[in-house]
Nanobody, 127 residues
Framework: QLRPVESGGGLVQPGGSLRLSCAAS????????VGWFRQAPGKEREGVAC????????NYVDSVKGRFTISRDNAKNTVYLQMNSLQPEDTAVYYC????????????????????WGQGTQVTVSS
């Protein structure tokens, strides 16, 4: 069973960078689209970045375009989220989700019940 595990969160100053990883056996080889979502205290979960099974299609929420980059390393069964120019409003728990449907996960930002989630990693941007 696919069990994504996130890592790479932490405390960073405004303007800093972090790279998150989402690793799971089969997450890249078995044909899953993978998305990064985040949830800040008191706010709804929002989709941040998403990548198709092949890596040929990528989508970002407007607020992170030009700052965040999603990528996948099939050899390592890992999907990455490189986050640059971090701002306090980026503070949240970041989750990765994997599912077969790119359309629901990455276009509608509405994972189905078939999506598999990681446990989350905290990102805090503060001086």
């Amino acid at each position: 069973q696919l069990r994504p595990v996130e890592s790479g969160g932490g405390l960073v100053q405004p303007g800093g960078s972090l790279r998150l990883s989402c690793a799971a056996s089969g997450i890249t080889s078995d044909g899953y689209a993978v998305g990064w979502f985040r949830q800040a205290p008191g706010k709804e979960r929002e989709g941040v970045a998403c990548i198709s099974r092949s890596g040929g299609s990528i989508n970002y929420v407007d607020s992170v375009k030009g700052r965040f980059t999603i990528s996948r390393d099939n050899a390592k069964n890992t999907v990455y989220l490189q986050m640059n120019s971090l701002q306090p409003e980026d503070t949240a728990v970041y989750y990765c989700a994997a599912e077969v449907s790119y359309q629901y996960l990455c276009v509608y930002w509405s994972p189905t019940t078939q999506a598999t989630w990681g446990q989350g990693t905290q990102v805090t941007v503060s001086s």
